[in-house]
């Protein structure tokens, strides 16, 4: 595709999703600034493109932690106890589901599936996928992630 | 023993979760350090996610021997002993014929066995043959004609008759038309679709081109979730390769057909699944569905026709026109014809992917395929379907896996997950589980969608705490007949479902949260209470300490007592304690 191309593109409405996710890769999350940018390149309201942005759970509005724990709220993982899992995550975090440490290190997501339903419960941190997580096991995975940092 | 001519390691997201890139990179480096002449070769998932990581060892004459749980550590063993000693390392090896041996397979004949970013190994196996033929010797109403012959109906969960919708938008004469290829697998606890994108793309490609050239589409789209970025790297590799093959693009093979695909990676919404709602998303809109006519076919993507399938219904297809509709149709029942892959999770033994043919009990699957349950526990349900679908238990687990069959007990066949539960997984919570989901993934369009599912969700919510009320089940089933009713799309229409048979096959459990305060299942923390058995007590304090908020102190008798007023139920007493002393009870305390 030509420049001229990919920027006739940029403009059309179809790239609205595609557009926020670049920003959202960039930054780790979608700005007001990014909305501004996105709504300016493909001619739309910035209410219209917020309202993208808050329909679909991919997108955040807040900056993320260093490390995003991702942890799966699929039916495999409910059944087998991810509830305790999350319960000592935020116990040991001090903060609930969508909020962010105060040192930054950590932000915790709640995930739909993450489709490794053989390894539940299961959680990501960043890109790394941990299967058969335990209350205790999480706490010990944490702390790898705290030296690393220290 | 002949000697081993490949090495396999099974690298799709549950191996690699499971350790199988670790256990890949010292294959290889055993390779470059010229201890073994082999190639190594990735390959997708092979359905038994229980044994990974796995490393399959190929001989001449193509047999495998299959090793599981592989370490790295164990990588030396195999190399030492089985490659360069030619002994099988016995303790190792896992059995295939309990697991494989019932099962057909036609969308996952290439998973776990070729490179899935090989587009040479997938031609190898016969892809594109089919494509092949096609443009060379058939019409588009010829293909349409075997597809319907076939059988095959959606895959999605709906199960509408293909090559019948393929022919409503090949009906059409416009400037251009769309096939879509829906793999915004949302229900949680289904993976099939993640494995054959990620296992065996270019199957997938081949059948969106069999569908364009059926239709007269020249642009397609894979809508897939962004939660699969390792589907969407493999996919994006077979597009690259196809293209370069001339198999994509202009001209296809040669031929007058021109036809290419772009990936649209979703954003993470579960109704989204929706056809017109999966339409607005790819148009860059909220995914909110639309009134139905016009349909699709008629009026979809920017207005113009559009066909949409599910990952593995397009997957299917490429196999039918190569081996013809007869072959296809010989496999599953009177209505449902070929074959279904499930994902088999929950409380099961070997939890993975299978491919059954239609038809087979469900009994065979969970208890033949699956080994039955976790730890030998009793069965209680399975629950097919996710969110769209219910529960079957015990009574009902003869019943075949059939689109007709699994309607008439309230259940579906669905996109294929299939969660097993046991005797401690609270039917009350599993309908509250999926009625929290649907609540919270419900577009808002529809006021019975919308408000509806959230009345049911505080209702469930009530009953799990043990503030049910007598009438709570009869206004539950009420509300949910209207809002099946009085919604527009899929999941308004199905999102009760979860509700209705566990309140038709489990209603005890029901009462006894509401009646008696009780969750037999032990799951609900309201109704459950933590106690220390003095009789086993051996006073060893392990769970004092264990005690996050100093609930738990020694009492005089020479055994610990739990405070039921600072207790938080958080269960690591339990967990901790040696002699099995703390016990979980649920009911009214007796006076």
Sequence with gaps: MGCEQALLASQSPGSVIPLLQEAQENEGFVSEEAIESVARRTGMPCSTVYGVATFYSQFRLKRPGRHTIRVCEGTACHVLGVGAVLERLTEELGIPVGGTTADGLFSIESVRCLGCCSLAPALMIDDETYGRVTPDSVVEILESYRKESS | ?591
Aim: proline share 5%.
């Design chain 2, 1 to 591: 023993m002949t000697p081993v001519h490949e090495v396999r390691v099974g690298l799709a997201t549950c191996g690699i979760a499971a350790g199988a890139q670790r256990v890949a990179d010292r294959l290889q480096q055993t390779a470059d350090a010229g201890r073994i002449d082999l190639p190594i070769k990735q390959v997708g998932c092979v359905g038994m996610c229980f044994n990974e990581p796995i490393v399959d060892l190929v001989d001449d004459s193509g047999r495998i021997t299959r090793y599981g749980h592989v370490t790295e550590a164990d990588v030396d063993r195999i190399v030492e002993e089985h490659v360069l000693g030619s002994r099988i390392v016995e303790d190792l090896q896992i059995d295939n014929e309990a697991f494989f041996g019932d099962q057909v397979r036609i969308v996952l004949e290439n998973c776990g066995v070729i490179d899935p970013e090989s587009l040479e190994e997938y031609r190898a196996q016969d892809g594109y043959v089919g494509l092949e033929k096609v443009l060379h010797e058939m019409t588009p109403d010829d293909v349409i004609e075997i597809v319907k012959a076939s059988g095959l109906r959606g895959r999605g969960g709906a199960g509408f008759p293909t090559g019948l919708k393929w022919s409503f938008a090949a009906k059409e004469t416009a400037s251009e038309k769309y096939v879509i290829c829906n793999a915004d697998e949302g229900d949680p606890g289904a993976f099939m679709d993640r494995s054959v994108l990620e296992g065996d793309p270019h199957r997938v490609l081949e059948g969106m081109a069999l569908a364009a050239y059926a239709i007269g589409a020249s642009h397609g789209y894979v809508y897939v979730r962004a939660e699969y970025p390792l589907a969407i790297r493999r996919l994006e590799k077979a597009l690259d390769d196809a293209r370069s093959a001339r198999l994509l693009g202009e001209g296809i093979l040669g031929t007058s057909f021109s036809f290419d695909i772009k990936i649209k990676a979703g954003a993470g919404a579960f109704v989204c699944g929706e056809e017109t709602a999966l339409i607005a998303s790819i148009e860059g809109r909220r995914g909110m569905p639309r009134k139905r006519p016009p349909y699709p076919a008629s009026s979809g993507l920017w207005g113009k026709p559009t066909n949409i399938n599910n990952v593995e219904t397009l997957a299917n297809v490429p196999w039918i026109l190569r081996h013809g509709a007869e072959a296809f149709a010989a496999h599953g029942t009177e209505t449902s014809k070929g074959t279904k892959v499930f994902a088999l999770a929950g409380k099961i033994t070997n939890s993975g992917l299978v491919e059954i043919p239609m038809g087979m009990p469900i009994r065979q699957i969970v208890f033949d395929i699956g080994g039955g349950i976790q730890d030998d526990r009793p069965f209680k349900a399975v629950q097919m379907g996710g969110p769209s679908g219910g529960c079957i238990p015990m009574s009902l687990v003869d019943t075949p896996v059939d689109y007709e069959a699994l309607k008439a007990t309230g259940a579906i066949v669905g996109s294929g997950g299939m969660i097993v539960l046991d005797d401690s997984t609270c039917m009350v919570d599993v309908a509250r589980y999926f009625l929290d989901f649907t609540q919270k993934e419900s577009c808002g369009k529809c006021t019975f969608c919308r408000v509806g599912t959230k009345r049911m969700l505080e209702t469930l919510e009530r009953i799990c705490a043990g503030d049910g009320h007598a009438d709570d089940l009869d206004k539950l089933i009420d509300l949910g007949k209207k809002i099946k009713q009085n919604s527009l799309c899929g999941l308004g229409q199905t999102a009760p479902n979860p509700v209705l048979t566990t309140t038709e096959y489990f209603r005890d459990e029901y009462e006894a949260h509401i009646v008696d305060q009780a969750c037999p299942a032990k799951v609900c923390k309201p109704l459950i209470r933590f106690h220390i058995d003095p009789g086993a007590c051996k006073n060893c304090g392990l769970c004092a300490k264990g005690c996050p908020v100093d609930a738990i102190a020694a009492a005089d008798g020479g055994y610990h007592v739990i405070d039921g007023e600072l207790c938080v139920k958080c269960g690591r007493c339990e967990q901790v304690c040696p002699f099995d002393a703390v016990e979980i009870l649920t009911g009214k305390v007796e006076a």
